[in-house]
């Protein structure tokens, strides 16, 4: 991260705290970077060899220190709000060994007859892994109010189970970043119909999101009913503005960066004789 054009950390510029409202976060804000998109991309790419010899350090520690700490990543947001882009420009700076994605779709026949947790706790990070969830646990209770598929008294009891569940994993040493990337609603539909529009991008294309936009207000509701119920000091949210892509990933990245430098991972002791061994070798 380039301390020159970050004027303050993102860490605590985008934290959601008391009196956090959503309605006043601009989406077209790049707040704390002094910067441009040119210099963004630049220190992106700047940080990203940082970024990479922290995990790597992370998951070394965790060969000969089971009990190591892991993060966990969690990207909620509307779609084509850069959830994708973040996982390829962000986390791909990094090897893959190290890396546990998971992209949380409609629950199965099978989930659904368990607690909404039961497939969230099976993809916890590991000791020494960055964790990703492409939508999460927190969908439960964003389209699970929005479009009622849960009675109230439900969704309520959901935002307590979420704010123990994240605090058994903190006690076990998972670092949570839980980050909703915010985009307009007027971004969100250029962005749709750019994919209407380019062939290549016809797959990404779900004509449910067409359904979903009109229910805009509902969803915005939703969120700012999650961050009242499950920011804690131990997994506060961060908002983060992404009409401009570069300045997300960027942020994502400087809050990833900050949680590692706090690690502080460090490379495992050689439990065998180096020296004896540089000689052993020498002499094949």
């Known amino acids: 991260m380039n301390d020159a054009h970050w004027t303050d950390s993102p860490a605590t510029l985008l934290r959601v705290g008391p009196g956090f409202r959503l ?26 060899e940082e970024f990479d010899q922290l995990q790597e350090r992370l998951y070394a520690q965790s060969r000969t ?29 990094t090897d893959p060994q190290g890396v546990h994605l998971k992209a949380f779709k409609k629950p199965t ?9 039961w497939r969230i706790e ?11 969830f492409d939508r999460s646990h927190y969908e439960d209770v964003l389209i699970g109010r929005v479009r009622q598929l849960a009675p109230a008294d439900e969704i309520e009891r959901r935002y307590g189970a979420i704010v123990d569940f994240e605090q ?40 449910g ?5 009109e229910l805009w207000p ?23 503005p992404a009409n401009h892509k570069w300045y997300a990933r960027l942020a994502v990245q400087a809050l990833l ?9 460090q490379w495992p002791v050689a439990d065998f004789d180096v020296e004896a061994e540089k000689a052993r070798l020498a002499a094949t």
């Open 257 to 265: 960066l900050d949680v590692l430098k706090r690690i502080d991972p």
């Open 122 to 132: 099976k993809e916890v990070p590991g000791a020494g892994y960055i964790g990703v």
């Open 218 to 240: 509902a969803y915005m509701g939703a969120y700012q009913a999650l961050f009242e119920r499950t920011s804690t000091d131990q997994a506060p949210w961060f908002v983060v």
């Open 109 to 117: 026949a099978e989930e659904l007859t368990h607690d909404f947790l």
């Open 23 to 48: 309605a006043d976060v601009d989406p077209a804000a790049t707040p704390g970077y002094g910067g441009g998109k040119k210099a963004g991309q630049a220190d992106l790419s700047a940080a990203a």
């Open 209 to 213: 999101d067409v359904d979903e936009r």
């Open 65 to 93: 220190q089971p009990d190591s700490p892991s993060v966990l990543l969690v990207l909620q947001a509307m779609d084509s709000a850069g959830k994708g882009g973040i996982v390829r420009h962000v986390i791909g700076a």
């Open 168 to 207: 058994r994993l903190t006690e076990r040493g998972v670092h949570i970043v839980k980050v909703m990337l915010h985009i307009s609603d007027d971004e969100q539909k250029a962005r749709l119909s750019e994919r209407l529009d380019r062939p290549d991008k016809h797959w990404k294309y779900n004509p």
